[in-house]
Each structure stands twice: as C-alpha cells, then as structure tokens.
C-alpha cells in the first residue's frame, strides 16, 4: 500500500499550500480519501475527504479555507490549504476514509508531510 503525501513547508500566516498524495491504485479507486493532521503533542485527526462518488466533506476547523480534490486518473488527492493559520501547523497525512486497515487489523499510515505556520 503506497500513501505518499508530500508540498509541506514552512509558510506565514495567510499563505497557501497545496498538498499532494499519490496512493496505491487498488485502494483509491474503491475508497472514499482524506486528509488527516497530528499537530504537535495531540491526536491525529480527519480534516478533509473527498469521497468516490466526488463528494467532499470539512472539519469545521478548515472549512472555508480548505479544499480538498482527488484525480482519479492519478490515483492522487490533493488538499488546496489557503488562509493558513499558525493552528494548522502539524504533520499530514493522507489516507482512506476510514483509515486503510491491514493485516493483523493495523491501520497503514504513509509519511506524512510537516506544514508550519508562522505568525
């Protein structure tokens, strides 16, 4: 299973940032994709999806301000991240939507990508 994420960087507040995922062709065409962060010290958790029917859903943290697509022909999903916030600062990750489960019911994470807002 490939999830590799990566156009992180170090940006001021009110920038953009667009990130990009290209995953494994046998679990994007089938699965909803997402976008997760882990900021510093806290939980990872789900900020964006953008399902396989082309539906798109938002944390209430990011709405607004953040735009989630995905190129099927690609295998890749890409989050547009504009109006950055100090807030946003974490590490990336890209992932089904629930995350991928594999064997031995661990969930697969790929490498994330660091985002850092400065103020």
């Known amino acids: 299973v490939q999830l590799q994420a990566s156009g992180g960087g170090l940006v001021q507040a009110g920038g953009s940032l667009r990130l990009s995922c290209a995953a494994s062709?046998?679990?994007?065409?089938?699965?909803?994709m997402g976008w997760y962060r882990q900021p510093p010290g806290e939980q990872r958790e789900l900020v964006a999806t953008?399902?396989?029917?082309?539906?798109?859903r938002y944390d209430a943290s990011v709405k607004g301000r953040f735009t989630i697509s995905r190129d099927n022909a690609k295998n890749t999903v890409y989050l547009q991240m504009n109006g950055l916030k100090p807030e946003d600062t974490a590490v990336y990750y890209c992932?089904?939507?629930?995350?991928?489960?594999?064997?031995?019911?661990?969930?697969?994470w790929g490498q994330g990508t660091q985002v850092t807002v400065s103020s």
């Open positions: 992932n089904t939507d629930p995350p991928y489960l594999g064997d031995f019911g661990v969930h697969v």
């Open positions: 062709g046998s679990i994007f065409s089938i699965n909803d």
């Open positions: 953008a399902t396989k029917r082309g539906l798109t």
